[in-house]
């Protein structure tokens, strides 16, 4: 049984909901403020270590409290932080994200020591087995998915790699991927870039999902469960890379990734219990507000 290396994002999401969100020039008081763990790469590590996986992360956070609170909150899912650097050039990767009562949002990223991740290749890269699966996503710099895509083929271990956000990887890249994991709009740019893709995993959201043509439906959720719908492709990913490490084929692995996406729709956020410091911080606004607001489809 092999373990699953992630590779990629931490961010810290700073929330303010908002009855209107402010027009140009314009100053409006939030009605609350929410702190909450966030960045696909995180997510994925969460995902897998909730699937019974043997996690490693590999990302960057700065010397500060919310890069501290998150190696706290990874750590206590039992997943190893070894690899995750402390940055002292740059702050923890922060979204600032303004949600109002329409569930109409702004977000502005600031990538911080995401940046930096990569930058100690291939000296402190992580050493690897055939039987790891190794995950990445393009929240990072493309140079380090590419040259850690390469480090990973070149230990024989598997190589996913999740399309998203979506940017363009060298054909040599992506054929190396077993999945390349896109959605309905990312398959669509990668054949219209007209590269060439070896293994695609396509997520269809409601519709479940199709790997290398089979496809396999979604799991039922009771529509009074449906919260948001943001975990739900980081939770198929990390899900997935676990069945894989634990020697599942396409069908096992399809259906546990389902399963965690299925789940995933029954809480707000991109991780479950997504807190990284008090829920809401001003007076007038609940926990329960994160729900109705469905804030949580920003961190997509």
Same mark, same amino acid.
């Given at each position: +049984?092999?373990?699953?290396?992630?590779?990629?994002?931490?961010? $810290?999401?700073?929330?303010?909901?908002?009855?209107?969100?402010? /027009?140009?020039?314009?100053?409006?008081?939030?009605?609350?403020?929410?702190?909450?763990?966030?960045? /696909?790469?995180?997510?994925?590590?969460?995902?897998?270590?909730?699937?019974?996986?043997? $996690?490693? +992360?590999?990302?960057?956070?700065?010397?500060?409290?919310?890069?501290?609170?998150?190696?706290?909150? #990874?750590?206590?899912?039992?997943?190893?932080?070894?690899?995750?650097?402390?940055?002292?050039?740059?702050?923890?990767?922060?979204?600032?994200?303004?949600?109002?009562?329409?569930?109409?949002?702004?977000?502005?990223?600031?990538?911080?020591?995401?940046?930096?991740?990569?930058?100690?290749?291939?000296?402190?890269?992580?050493?690897?087995?055939?039987?790891?699966?190794?995950?990445?996503?393009?929240?990072?710099?493309?140079?380090?998915?590419?040259?850690?895509?390469?480090?990973?083929?070149?230990?024989?271990?598997? @190589?996913?790699?999740?399309?998203?956000?979506?940017?363009?990887?060298?054909?040599?890249?992506?054929?190396?991927?077993?999945?390349?994991?896109?959605?309905?709009?990312?398959?669509?740019?990668?054949?219209?870039?007209?590269?060439?893709?070896?293994?695609?995993?396509?997520?269809?959201?409601?519709?479940?999902?199709?790997?290398?043509?089979?496809?396999?439906?979604?799991?039922? $959720?009771?529509?009074? #469960? @449906?919260?948001?719908?943001?975990?739900?492709?980081?939770?198929?990913?990390?899900?997935?890379?676990?069945? #894989?490490?634990?020697?599942?084929?396409?069908?096992?692995?399809?259906?546990?990734?389902?399963?965690?996406?299925?789940?995933?729709?029954?809480?707000?956020?991109?991780?479950?219990?997504?807190?990284?410091?008090?829920?809401?911080?001003?007076?007038?606004?609940?926990?329960?507000?994160?729900?109705?607001?469905?804030?949580?489809?920003?961190?997509?």
């Amino acid at each position: +049984m092999g373990r699953v290396i992630v590779i990629g994002s931490i961010n $810290v999401d700073q929330v303010a909901l908002v009855e209107e969100r402010p /027009k140009p020039g314009e100053t409006v008081l939030a009605i609350g403020h929410r702190q909450l763990a966030g960045g /696909k790469g995180a997510n994925q590590a969460i995902a897998a270590a909730r699937a019974g996986a043997d $996690v490693l +992360m590999v990302g960057r956070v700065g010397d500060d409290s919310g890069g501290a609170a998150y190696l706290r909150r #990874l750590a206590a899912h039992g997943i190893d932080v070894r690899h995750v650097q402390v940055s002292t050039e740059r702050p923890t990767g922060t979204a600032f994200i303004t949600v109002d009562e329409t569930r109409e949002n702004t977000i502005v990223v600031v990538p911080g020591a995401n940046s930096e991740v990569g930058a100690d290749w291939p000296e402190n890269f992580p050493a690897l087995t055939a039987q790891d699966v190794v995950v990445l996503q393009l929240e990072i710099p493309l140079p380090t998915v590419i040259r850690a895509a390469d480090l990973a083929h070149e230990a024989g271990a598997r @190589v996913v790699i999740n399309v998203a956000p979506y940017a363009e990887l060298p054909p040599a890249t992506l054929a190396l991927a077993d999945p390349i994991v896109a959605n309905e709009h990312e398959a669509m740019a990668l054949a219209d870039s007209g590269a060439g893709v070896g293994s695609l995993l396509m997520t269809l959201g409601p519709n479940g999902a199709v790997w290398d043509g089979i496809g396999a439906p979604a799991h039922d $959720v009771p529509g009074g #469960l @449906v919260i948001d719908t943001t975990g739900a492709g980081d939770a198929f990913v990390g899900a997935l890379a676990a069945a #894989l490490a634990g020697g599942a084929d396409h069908a096992g692995a399809v259906q546990a990734a389902l399963a965690a996406g299925s789940e995933a729709v029954s809480y707000a956020g991109a991780q479950p219990d997504a807190a990284l410091g008090p829920e809401w911080m001003s007076a007038g606004a609940a926990p329960a507000d994160l729900a109705e607001s469905n804030e949580g489809e920003r961190f997509a």
